[in-house]
């Protein structure tokens, strides 16, 4: 066995696992930032983080029913004469 070979590699994995690690805690950090940002976000529309899901489905059967209402609206005996 060629113990320097040998140990270069694992040198140079170390090197690698090392790079990779640093990677992985900056892109963490952007991450943690970003979660940051958007609670603030949340907070100055007034929304809590674990109410977030049901604000969405709020705000998504408030659209569906504008939309039906719009389309109510809607002249149908004109638009169906074209």
Request: charge should be negative.
């Amino acid at each position: 066995m060629d113990y320097e070979k040998e140990l270069n590699s694992l040198k140079e994995n170390l090197e690698k696992a090392k790079n990779l690690k640093y990677k992985a805690e900056a892109r963490l950090e952007q991450l943690n930032q970003q979660e940051e940002e958007i609670i603030r976000e949340l907070a100055s529309l007034g929304i809590k983080p674990d109410e977030l899901e049901s604000e969405i489905n709020k705000l998504t059967l408030d659209i569906d029913r504008l939309f039906k209402e719009a389309n109510e609206l809607l002249p149908k005996d004109l638009l169906e004469k074209k």
